[in-house]
Nanobody, 124 residues
């Protein structure tokens, strides 16, 4: 069993930054690809970013490239999402997820394990 716990969410003004963390426990973290997704009220869950098990390969939603950066520290079993130049439309519940698969990392059904989410609210 794999447990994922997100942290780092909060309320920030437009233009600000937040760094989300997702700590994992259970099975070997280094064997999993990790992803971040978000879901705003009344909207479907959408892909934000993903990172391969080694950290060398990253993927981003086209609309978020240049503002968001995903990274991981396999020594700390943690994946991060640095979010800069935040906009009110970034307001959502942000989830991290883990998978043993290596492709289709932008698809939510690829992932086997999910955290409970951390709320990000960006005020104008």
């Amino acid at each position: 069993q794999v447990q994922l716990v997100e942290s780092g969410g909060g309320e920030v003004q437009a233009g600000g930054s937040l760094r989300l963390s997702c700590a994992t426990s259970g099975r070997t973290f280094g064997s999993f690809a990790m992803g971040w997704f978000r879901q705003a009220p009344g909207k479907e869950r959408e892909f934000v970013a993903a990172i391969g098990w080694s950290g060398r390969t990253t993927y981003y939603a086209d609309s978020l490239k240049g503002r968001f950066t995903i990274s991981r520290d396999n020594t700390k079993n943690t994946v991060f999402l640095q979010m800069n130049s935040l906009k009110p439309e970034d307001t959502a519940l942000y989830y991290c997820a883990a998978t043993g698969r290596t492709n289709n990392l932008y698809v939510s059904t690829t992932y086997d394990y999910w955290g409970q989410g951390t709320q990000v609210t960006v005020s104008s």
